[in-house]
T-cell receptor
Framework: DAGVIQSPRHEVTEMGQEVTLRCKPI?????LFWYRQTMMRGLELLIY????????DSGMPEDRFSAKMPNASFSTLKIQPSEPRDSAVYFC?????????????FGDGTRLSIL | DAKTTQPNSMESNEEEPVHLPCNHSTISGTDYIHWYRQLPSQGPEYVIH???SNVNNRMASLAIAEDRKSSTLILHRATLRDAAVYYCILIQGAQKLVFGQGTRLTINP
């Protein structure tokens, strides 16, 4: 079975540019999560969706970050304008609701470098 | 979110059992205990979860204290591929995972 698919795997861009990260969750999963991982702060939840609706975006660092889920099979995380401190590995994960008894499945991540 | 406490690092030898502890003294009755691990340059990977009873799967065993204030992840026979950061996480109702710093496990050949 295909797992969570993220693209691109690596992105290098200059400060001020718009960055779009993409995620395809596992078919049939109704929850989708975006995480960010840095050495300083570890793994942080940015936002999560249930049935394509954003439920909790309290982890989104600032207005430069936005996330959308136009349908059950696709989500984007956008940074505009990007800054060097946004450099991190961004993970997408999906799961099926069962009250905490089912795991989240993570993608391989997008390693983002802002110069 | 209920907090967990884990040692920053542990070391073991290949083919020996490894016991990774986790304290969660503020756990509530409906919190599930989940363990994930993250291998180098990969996303986190689910290992095991439990509520009250000990659990076994093909990857590991989870031993949960009777008062549920602590748990131990057991790798029965560690291999070099088990070297990773192991996270103990409590989940209550909502699906969100709150990752702590985890335990960095080193396996010596």
């Amino acid at each position: 079975d295909a797992g969570v698919i993220q693209s691109p795997r690596h992105e290098v861009t200059e400060m001020g540019q718009e960055v779009t990260l993409r995620c395809k969750p596992i078919s049939g999963h109704d929850y989708l999560f975006w995480y960010r991982q840095t050495m300083m702060r570890g793994l942080e939840l940015l936002i999560y969706f249930n049935n394509n609706v954003p439920i909790d975006d309290s982890g989104m660092p600032e207005d430069r970050f936005s996330a959308k889920m136009p349908n059950a099979s696709f989500s984007t995380l956008k940074i505009q304008p990007s800054e060097p401190r946004d450099s991190a590995v961004y993970f997408c994960a999906s799961s099926k609701w069962t009250g905490g008894t089912k795991p989240q499945h993570f993608g391989d991540g997008t390693r983002l470098s802002i110069l | 979110d209920a907090k967990t406490t884990q040692p920053n690092s542990m070391e073991s030898n290949e083919e020996e059992p490894v016991h990774l502890p986790c304290n969660h003294s503020t756990i509530s009755g409906t919190d599930y205990i989940h363990w994930y691990r993250q291998l180098p340059s990969q996303g986190p990977e689910y290992v095991i979860h439990g509520l009250t009873s000990n659990v076994n799967n093909r990857m590991a065993s989870l031993a949960i204290a009777e008062d549920r204030k602590s748990s131990t992840l057991i790798l029965h026979r560690a291999t070099l591929r088990d070297a990773a950061v192991y996270y103990c996480i409590l989940i209550q109702g909502a699906q969100k995972l709150v990752f702590g710093q985890g335990t960095r496990l080193t396996i010596n050949p």
